[in-house]
């Protein structure tokens, strides 16, 4: 735990994300942004865990993230991403979409372009749950059932799907270019094709049995046919959305409402969840721990994976465990990110080797040495 620094904000943080890094450069990444949410006035921040020098020295010991800048923020953030180097998008529980922009040379944040009350009911005002991001354009999906297409280029909205779901939609995310995938209230997760003009789902998958609401949803990065879900019982779920409707494998994985669900961008063979129950966890699909690392390979390991899926030459990598589903075998290990602690974490970013989280205890997690 001697690699994490943990910083007290005084703002409960609802959401955690990395400022992207250029994929020419091996550099890790060294800012963040944060939401917060259930405070009288909720704000976002920027962060640095840059060491400029002696500078980081003056409130706290070096290491510590130093705060940027701020911006008052209309109701809870309840998704935040970045649409590119200098600009991120929120999800507001007053229905709001709105883009800020990061001014790096004067460390000042504004507001580029807002979309009020984009999720709305009759009467009232809905939650804008989640948005996802693929330059210039942005989705995002609310309590009242709505999915909206934006672009960051236009005041106007691209599409609406009135109707996409009786129920509350708890996130999204891109499948392909093309497609999204959101999940909900009652356990499903469903596909939409945007080059269908049609506004119903292409696919649907559900949890058979108890209609467990999921809560969020992340796309392996290399094969995108693989998505995990976590939800309200706790489960990690992982699905194959080309075979079959309901998931491919359920892990246990805490013992409340899993909040995050992340594979990591460059080495999907980990995988990290963070919980109402206070947890974040890293997953692994090894069953070599006594390996070097070095040994294990990276995507195309499949000639020493155990897995029983993998073919025996092609790059199946250790992937393939999971869909093997069964972590009493060993090829899922299991680790315990942070030091104990009974508020829940709600939201966690990895990229590289950086790990930054964000708690209802009002405290920020950054750890640069993940062991990935």
């Not at 009493?328 to 942070?338: A, D, I, N, P, Y």
Request: charge should be negative; include cysteine.
């Amino acid at each position: 735990m001697e690699s994490i620094n943990a910083k007290y904000v005084s703002q409960k943080i609802s959401k955690t994300r990395w400022r992207p890094v250029s994929h020419s450069s091996l550099q890790q990444p060294d800012i963040f942004a944060t939401g917060s949410w259930d405070n009288e006035d909720n704000k976002i921040y920027f962060w640095s865990i840059a060491n400029n020098g002696g500078s980081g020295m003056e409130d706290g010991f070096e290491g510590d993230p130093q705060l940027l800048c701020e911006h008052k923020h209309d109701g809870d953030v309840l998704d935040l991403q970045f649409l590119d180097q200098d600009r991120i998008v929120t999800a507001s529980s007053t229905g709001a979409v709105t883009i800020f922009r990061h001014h790096q040379n004067s460390q000042t944040i504004s507001v580029s372009q807002s979309w009020a009350r984009a999720h709305r009911y009759p009467c009232d005002n809905a939650p804008c749950t989640g948005v996802v991001c693929s330059s210039p354009e942005i989705v995002s999906v609310g309590e009242d059932g709505r999915i909206i297409v934006f672009r960051a280029d236009q005041e106007g909205v691209i599409r609406v799907i009135e109707n996409a779901d009786s129920s509350t939609i708890h996130a999204v995310t891109y499948l392909r270019t093309t497609e999204i995938l959101t999940v909900n209230s009652i356990g499903q997760l469903k596909l939409w094709d945007f080059r269908q003009q049609s506004n119903s789902p292409s696919q649907i998958l559900s949890l058979s049995g108890d209609r467990v609401p999921l809560h969020c949803v992340d796309r392996h990065p290399n094969q995108q046919h693989i998505v995990a879900t976590g939800g309200q019982d706790g489960m990690l779920c992982v699905w194959d959305v080309r075979q079959g409707n309901t998931p491919f494998s359920l892990m246990e994985a805490h013992s409340a409402e899993m909040w995050e669900v992340h594979f990591h961008p460059t080495n999907p063979d980990h995988l990290f969840t963070c919980s109402e129950d206070g947890s974040l966890l890293h997953w692994e699909t090894s069953s070599q721990s006594d390996m070097p690392s070095f040994l294990q390979g990276g995507r195309n390991s499949s000639m020493i994976s155990r897995s029983a899926m993998a073919p025996a030459g092609g790059n199946q990598s250790l992937i393939s465990a999971w869909l093997n589903g069964d972590s009493s075998k060993g090829r899922l290990e299991t680790t315990h990110m942070l030091p104990s602690q009974t508020l829940s974490v709600n939201s966690l970013d990895v990229l590289g080797q950086c790990l930054v989280c964000g708690t209802d205890g009002e405290a920020i997690f950054v750890n640069r040495q993940v062991p990935v």
